[in-house]
């Protein structure tokens, strides 16, 4: 019977080309992260790719999804108690 590994392998490699200081800059990140270089740039990345995704002002929808997209925006809207309750309530004073 084959031993699995406990480490999830990665599929690809990703490979950037940094300068001493760079380098430098992003250990003493990984570092105040308690992580290290890799999962520090990876977790960076992504978190500044999802931001560009989000912000995006133009997508692209299959007929379906178009039309599911106008249903849920022309479907009256759904009570919330809680948030009207919330909503009610008078502003405090600050």
């Known amino acids: 019977m084959p031993v699995k590994s406990a480490k999830k392998q ?4 990703l490979s950037i080309r940094a ?4 380098k430098s800059i992003l250990m003493e990140a990984a570092r105040a992260r308690h ?3 890799s999962q520090f740039v990876l977790q ?3 978190d500044a790719a999802h931001s560009v995704l ?3 002002s133009e997508f692209r929808l299959s007929a379906d999804q178009w039309k599911a997209f ?3 925006l022309d479907a009256p809207a759904k ?6 309750d919330l909503f009610s309530e ?5």
């Open 10 to 13: 990665k599929e690809t490699r």
């Open 44 to 46: 960076a990345s992504l």
């Open 19 to 22: 300068s001493d200081p760079e």
């Open 35 to 37: 992580t290290n270089i």
């Open 79 to 84: 009570v919330i108690p809680a948030l009207k």
């Open 54 to 56: 989000a912000d995006q």
């Open 70 to 72: 106008c249903e849920r």
């Open 90 to 94: 008078p502003e405090p004073v600050g």
